[in-house]
Structure formats: C-alpha cells, structure tokens
C-alpha cells in the first residue's frame, strides 16, 4: 500500500513546496512519474487551465515527467489510453473542484481502478480540496448541499478542505448529520500525509489541521504527527 496526501486548498504556491516535496521523496524524488486528473475542474470549464497550472508547478519542483490526464467525464474515465497513462504514474495528483462531479466521474470506473492499483503498489495519491475530500468515506457536496458517499480510502472520516477560510464553518451542520465520523480539516497550503507506518499521519505546510473527534477538537501544526483512530 501507497501514501495518501489530503490538501487542504490553494495547492500551487506558497508553502506547498514543503508538501508536495516530502510526498515526491516517497516515490523516488524528483525523478517520479507525476500524473494530474483534471476531473473536478470540467464544470466550469476550467480543466485545461488547472492542468497547466499543475504541470508548471511541479516542473517548478523539479519534476521532469509530470503530465495531464486527459479525464473529464465517465466516457475518457474508460478511455484505453487514459487508464494505461495513469497505470504508469508513482504520483496521482486530483485536483480541486467540484467533488459531487468528481466521484460521479471516478466512482466504479476503470481509470479509478487504475489508481488504486498504482496506489496500492506503492504509489502515492494526493488530492487538493475536492480531490482530497473525495477520498474519503464521506464529503460534502456544497452543490447538493448534502453530504454523499466517498471513494472510502480513508474510512470514517469526512474533509473540511479550506479550514482557515471557510471550511470551518462546516463543522456544526456535519458534526451533526455524521456522529461518530472523524472531521479533518485541513488549512489552505497544507497538507496530511500518510499512513507513515508507526507514525501514523504527518502534518506539512503552512497552516494546521484540526481534528474533530467525539465532541473534542485538536490542532496539530506543521510537523506534527497525528493518528486519526
């Protein structure tokens, strides 16, 4: 099994580098294979710019081999040529968006097959926003303005992405429709990492993520180690 990184938001700048490049060091350095999925960008039409913006950024890290994956609705998330692209990465980066869209697109596809199995290889996926929010067992979809089922590689737990904006103010209404769940939220440029074997998860970045646990909430800031059960 691979290394997850949820972040938190604004993804490409600022304190990021510190992030992204400890994620890149778990998969060979700067010499990995960087795939972006653009998905959640597609509504707005804003998919094309996003993977530019990505590309630019980890060739800024000194990634040479970083591409986009061409995977913006369920007709390219069957694509040949998009699956064999992303069972070829060591790092699967999702960007931010909508998730409702996102895990529409991925959820029982083949390209979401072929991540799984470059993560459960070894491999590290990272998501910004509705990229990480997805990835766990519950999200909340601000279009819907509901909470919807996850891709559930992180179990019981539910991402409030932007915490040092505006995810906070998600907190009360979600603490309240999942009991029991684990909300993480995650400050803008900041990223958890892990499982870290015997460490559990690690805090990297600018900001801080905050833990809301059976009535009870922890900060833990950069550097920090932390385990979510």
Same mark, same amino acid.
Request: aromatic share 8%; proline share 4%; glycine share 12%.
């Given at each position: 099994?691979?290394?997850?990184?949820?972040?938190?938001?604004?993804?490409?700048?600022?304190?990021?580098?510190?992030?992204? $490049?400890?994620?890149?060091?778990?998969?060979?350095?700067?010499?990995?294979?960087?795939?972006?999925?653009?998905?959640?960008?597609?509504?707005?039409?804003?998919?094309?710019?996003?993977?530019?913006?990505?590309?630019?950024?980890?060739?800024?890290?000194?990634?040479?081999?970083?591409?986009?994956?061409?995977?913006?609705?369920?007709?390219?998330?069957?694509?040949?040529?998009?699956?064999?692209?992303?069972?070829?990465?060591?790092?699967?980066?999702?960007?931010?968006?909508?998730?409702?869209?996102?895990?529409?697109?991925?959820?029982?596809?083949?390209?979401?097959?072929?991540?799984?199995?470059?993560?459960?290889? +070894?491999?590290?996926?990272?998501?910004?926003?509705?990229?990480?929010?997805?990835?766990?067992?519950?999200?909340?979809?601000?279009?819907?303005?509901?909470?919807? $089922?996850?891709?559930?590689?992180?179990?019981?737990?539910?991402?409030?992405?932007?915490?040092?904006?505006?995810?906070?103010?998600?907190?009360?209404?979600?603490?309240?429709?999942?009991?029991?769940?684990?909300?993480?939220?995650?400050?803008?440029?900041?990223?958890?990492? +892990?499982?870290?074997?015997?460490?559990?998860?690690?805090?990297?970045? $600018?900001?801080?993520?905050?833990?809301?646990?059976?009535?009870?909430?922890?900060?833990?800031?950069?550097?920090?180690?932390?385990?979510?059960?």
């Amino acid at each position: 099994m691979g290394y997850l990184v949820l972040e938190g938001g604004a993804e490409f700048g600022g304190a990021m580098h510190i992030p992204d $490049r400890f994620a890149l060091e778990l998969v060979g350095g700067m010499n990995c294979r960087v795939r972006i999925i653009p998905t959640a960008a597609a509504p707005d039409r804003n998919h094309a710019q996003a993977g530019r913006n990505g590309v630019t950024w980890f060739r800024s890290l000194g990634v040479e081999d970083v591409q986009v994956i061409d995977l913006i609705d369920r007709q390219s998330a069957g694509d040949a040529g998009t699956i064999a692209a992303l069972a070829a990465a060591q790092m699967i980066y999702i960007l931010g968006g909508f998730p409702g869209y996102l895990a529409d697109v991925l959820a029982n596809s083949e390209a979401w097959q072929a991540v799984l199995h470059v993560f459960n290889s +070894g491999g590290v996926l990272a998501g910004s926003s509705a990229g990480a929010m997805v990835l766990c067992a519950y999200y909340f979809d601000p279009i819907r303005k509901q909470v919807r $089922r996850g891709l559930r590689l992180v179990d019981n737990a539910c991402i409030l992405p932007h915490h040092d904006t505006f995810g906070r103010q998600w907190a009360p209404v979600l603490a309240e429709q999942l009991p029991g769940v684990t909300l993480i939220g995650i400050d803008e440029q900041t990223g958890l990492i +892990g499982p870290m074997e015997d460490h559990g998860w690690t805090v990297q970045g $600018r900001g801080t993520v905050m833990l809301y646990q059976s009535g009870k909430q922890t900060r833990y800031q950069a550097r920090e180690t932390l385990r979510l059960f």
